[in-house]
């Protein structure tokens, strides 16, 4: 049973667009959300995160949004870059567990 | 070397082969996780490691074997794996407990002909 489902699968934009990933969960024991980036050949790299007490955390073009309440959270990419050209992944755990339950993925390619 | 190396970064083997995978972590970290990244499916969790012992076997087929003997290194040993087992394997570190941000490293493109 996937514990964090994500949205879409794949989406392409035009050089200063803005990209938006959901991403909604089930297990509200969960107080931590991750978002990684994940280049060709590459492992993911921890991108930004957020905990349920905030509701926006902002770092450089990339926003998380929480909803609590909803179960429910989101990543904005302002200004696309084609250097955002990646997949990225939402993820999920709890304090004390080890296990982060990872969405699917989407694949973003950004259009010069 | 800086954060989470693996090695080697691509290996073919066949069906009755032995081989391992190597992770290090040059982060200070003391758990350790593999993860098996399938094309169009969430990263599995395998094993995690924290202070050297096993604290999790995500329900992974004897075939593959984890081997932790220090909280820098990580191995996984594969023996009989089928095609199925085709994958890219992640190895990734985290400060126990909590284990809340995880680093990755670069992965091994395992194909098992």
């Known amino acids: 049973q996937q514990q964090v489902k994500q949205s879409p699968q794949s989406l392409i934009v035009q050089k200063g667009g803005i990209s938006i990933i959901n991403c909604a969960y089930e297990?509200?024991?969960?107080?931590?959300f991750p978002w990684y980036q994940q280049f060709p050949g590459k492992g993911p790299a921890l991108l930004i995160a957020i905990r349920p007490d905030v509701s926006e955390k902002k770092e450089g073009r990339f926003t998380i949004s929480f909803n609590k309440s909803a179960k429910q959270f989101s990543l904005h990419i302002m200004d696309s870059q084609p250097g955002d050209s990646a997949t990225y992944f939402c993820?999920?755990?709890?304090?004390?567990?080890?296990?982060?339950?990872f969405g699917a993925g989407t694949t973003v390619t950004v259009r010069a | 070397e800086t954060g989470v190396t693996q090695t080697p970064r691509h290996l073919v083997m066949g069906m009755t082969n032995k081989k391992s995978l190597k992770c290090e972590q040059h982060l200070g970290h003391n758990a350790m996780y593999w993860y098996k990244q399938s094309a169009k499916k969430p990263l599995e969790l395998m094993f995690v490691y924290s202070l050297e012992e096993r604290v999790e076997n995500n329900s992974v087929p004897s075939r593959f074997s984890p081997e932790c003997p220090n909280s820098s290194h990580l191995f996984l040993h594969l023996h009989t794996l089928q095609p199925e087992d085709s994958a890219l394997y992640l190895c990734?570190?985290?400060?126990?407990?909590?284990?809340?941000?995880?680093?990755f490293g670069p992965g091994t493109r395992l194909t098992v002909t």
């Open positions: 990734a570190s985290s400060q126990a407990p909590g284990g809340y941000e995880q680093y």
């Open positions: 297990n509200t024991a969960f107080d931590y």
């Open positions: 993820a999920a755990s709890n304090r004390g567990d080890y296990k982060l339950s």
